[in-house]
Structure formats: C-alpha cells, structure tokens
C-alpha cells in the first residue's frame, strides 16, 4: 500500500507570494491532517480534514488555509507568505474510524525568501 | 491544550549501549501516545505506540512504559546501532481534543560507533 504522497518536495518562494503544497493520502484513509516543523518551533499542528470539513483547528493565522477533495486529497495554501513561513510542511492521513494512528509523508520544504 | 515536554533535547551513546528518552503531558484525558522517528530530510516513521490501557509495549529492540498516574511515558532503544541515529519525537492526544496529536520538542540521538 502506498504511503502519504505530498508535492512538491522543495520549493523556493517570494514574500508576499502565494504557495498551495498537495497531499495524497494512505488509500482508504479519508482524515488529512498538516503540519509544520521548523527548528525554533519544533512540529505545530495546522488543520485536519475529514470528509471535506475542516475538523480541527491549530493557532495559525488565517493566510493559512486549506481543503480536502472528494477523493481525500488535500491541499493546503499560504498566501501572502513570510520569511517566518520557510518551513517543512507535512501531510498526514489517518483511518478516522479505526483508531488514532496518524502517518506522515516526506513533507514539503517550503524556503521564503 | 496538551503540553507535551520531552528530554532530553540532545543524546549520545556508545554502539550496543541503550537509550532512554522521557515525556510528560499535562492532560489527564490523553489516551494514546505515539513515537516517531524522523531520519534527515524524511518525515517522521512511527516506531511504537501505546494506549492508556496498557502500561508497557515491545518491539524488538524497542520498549515504550507509560505511567498515567504520573502522566510520564518513555522510550526504550536496546543494543542501539549507527541506524538508531536520527530525531526521536514523543506525542499525545486524547479523545477529547478529536485525536490532534500534540508533540514533544525532539532528541536528537547519537549513536557512537
């Protein structure tokens, strides 16, 4: 079975750009979770989908966003990006209805310059 | 919210010796406590994971001991290798706060050939 599939890898962006980063999930896991991981600030919990609807919450600001497809993909966005925001971004799926283990992909290296 | 602490922030040990690593969380309500481990420029791979019904867990060269009364949980690495090498992160969540898993800081374990 393949695992969490996220894209791009690395990306390189100007302040005040816009990013969206894609997450495809474990098949059969219909709950997309995000985080960010940046040294200073260690993993942060950003948003989980489930059946399209965002079902929690983390204390971001709301340049970030994000949504899920009927299909479970999700995407998340960053508008208006910062030099704060340069971090490795990570999707992460779960089996809602069978427990809470949550698996991660490689993640997203996002770099605001 | 969950607060999750985790020590210590850094660890070095001789080939075959063992590594301990310990957590404590805040919320009583937590019931599951998983460990990831996350290898340079990858995303973190659970390794183990215990619930609140039971008080310890091995896998092979892994342990995890969990203590709800003093609301502290540890992993154990056995006979440590060079691959043990990498950044082990701590976490829980509960029921109560929908499965969003909060994260200890991180130890960055060396393994000494």
């Known amino acids: 079975k393949a695992g969490v599939t996220q894209t791009p890898r690395y990306l390189i962006k100007t302040r005040g750009q816009q990013v969206t980063l894609s997450c495809s999930p474990i098949?059969?896991?219909?709950?997309v979770s995000w985080y960010q991981q940046t040294p200073g600030q260690g993993l942060q919990f950003l948003f989980e989908?489930?059946?399209?609807?965002?079902?929690n919450k983390g204390n971001f600001p709301g340049r970030f966003s994000g949504r899920q497809f009927s299909n479970s993909r999700s995407e998340m966005n960053v508008s208006t990006l910062e030099l704060g925001d340069s971090a490795l971004y990570l999707c992460?799926?779960?089996?809602?209805?069978?427990?809470?283990?949550?698996?991660f992909g490689e993640g997203s290296w996002l770099t605001v310059v | 919210g969950e607060n999750v602490e985790q020590h210590p922030s850094t660890l070095s040990v001789q080939e075959g010796d063992s590594a301990v690593i310990k957590c404590t969380y805040s919320?009583?309500?937590?019931?599951?406590f998983p460990w990831y481990k996350q290898e340079l420029g990858k995303g973190p791979q659970l390794i183990i994971d215990?619930?609140?019904?039971?008080g310890e867990k091995k896998d092979q060269r892994i342990a995890v001991t969990l203590n709800k009364t003093a609301k502290h949980f540890s992993l154990h690495i056995t006979e440590t290798q060079p691959e043990d090498s990498a950044v082990y992160f701590c976490?829980?969540?509960?029921?109560?706060?929908?499965?969003?898993?909060?994260f200890g800081a991180g130890t960055t374990v060396t393994v000494r050939a």
């Open positions: 992460a799926s779960r089996d809602r209805f069978s427990g809470n283990t949550i698996y």
């Open positions: 098949s059969g896991h219909r709950s």
């Open positions: 989908y489930f059946s399209e609807t965002q079902r």
């Open positions: 919320d009583s309500a937590s019931n599951y």
């Open positions: 215990i619930r609140s019904n039971v």
């Open positions: 976490a829980a969540n509960s029921l109560l706060n929908d499965y969003k898993l909060s």
